[in-house]
């Protein structure tokens, strides 16, 4: 689902890249947000995997924050 909401924002025609990468974090914060504590391991590593797939499209529009999202990301 994720790599389809991705490719759908990234093939956006209509809106700039600010708008598309506020999109993409928009998609991350909500990923993270539906975790709680009772969330297992196997969540928590699905939604750290995803959200790599969000920060590699991010670099795609901006190469700086997209490596700077990828190097600091617990």
Do not use: F, H, P, W
């Amino acid at each position: 689902m994720t790599d389809y909401m991705v490719n759908k924002i990234l093939n956006y025609k209509t809106i700039s890249d600010k708008d598309k990468i506020n999109r993409l974090l928009e998609l991350d914060a909500i990923m993270y947000t539906n975790l709680g504590s009772d969330s297992t391991k196997a969540d928590r590593y699905e939604t750290k995997k995803k959200s790599r797939i969000i920060y590699r499209a991010i670099k795609v529009l901006d190469r700086d924050l997209g490596d700077m999202l990828l190097i600091n990301q617990c």
